[in-house]
Structure formats: structure tokens, C-alpha cells
């Protein structure tokens, strides 16, 4: 069955950074564009970053641009999201998962960026 193990999130100064990692498994990772998403408390789950199957194709949310970058190893499975210069608006928990559509959501990660 899938298993998405998100990883790497904790509590982090604005202005600091973060590596998330995404380990998958289940389903045929390299075959599948991959995204990260984050769910702040009382909003919606938004995608924030987007890769495609070979990582030479990348997309952000506005919010980020310039500060997230997203990355890949299909051979080991995982994805990755690279956080710097992050604000406190940035803190949720984070998840990945397939994109567009979706499997089930895993545990996820909690960021949070205190001013």
C-alpha cells in the first residue's frame, strides 16, 4: 500500500531554514509527478511546490518563490523541500504527495516559524 513519511519539519527562527524529506513507497515513484502541500491551522490544504517525473520541471506557489525549491531522488524514493528565509506565515504542517491527484495523506510535518 502507499506510505508517505514526511520528515524534517521542527520549530525555526524567521529568517531560518528547513529541509523537509518525503520518503515514498507503494507505487512507482519515478513515474509520478510529486508535490509538497501545507495545511495552516483554519485553512485549506494549498500546494505549495510541484515537480515533475524527472525533476527537470519545477513550479511554486507565489508565496514562495524564491525561497522553497523542491528536489527528487528517484532512486531513493524521496522528494524533498528546501525552506530558507522562511516567515511565520510559512508555519503549517506540510505534506507530500502525487500531483495532481492524490493519494492518501500521510502523517505530514509541522513547521513553525516564530517572528
Known amino acids: 500500500h502507499v506510505q508517505l513519511v514526511e520528515s524534517g519539519g521542527g520549530l525555526v527562527q524567521a529568517g531560518g531554514s528547513l529541509r523537509l524529506s518525503c520518503a515514498a513507497s507503494g507505487f512507482s515513484f519515478s513515474f509520478n509527478p510529486m508535490g509538497w502541500y501545507r495545511q495552516a491551522p483554519g485553512k485549506q490544504r494549498e500546494l505549495v511546490a510541484r515537480?515533475?517525473?524527472?525533476?527537470?520541471?519545477?513550479n511554486y506557489a507565489d508565496s514562495v518563490k524564491g525561497r522553497f525549491t523542491i528536489s527528487r531522488d528517484n532512486a531513493k524514493n524521496t522528494v524533498y523541500l528546501q525552506m530558507s528565509s522562511l516567515k511565520p506565515e510559512d508555519t503549517a504542517v506540510y505534506y507530500c504527495?502525487?500531483?495532481?491527484?492524490?493519494?492518501?495523506w500521510g502523517q505530514g510535518t509541522q513547521v513553525t516559524v516564530s517572528s
Open positions: 515537480i515533475n517525473t524527472s525533476g527537470g520541471t519545477t
Open positions: 504527495n502525487r500531483w495532481p491527484s492524490t493519494y492518501s
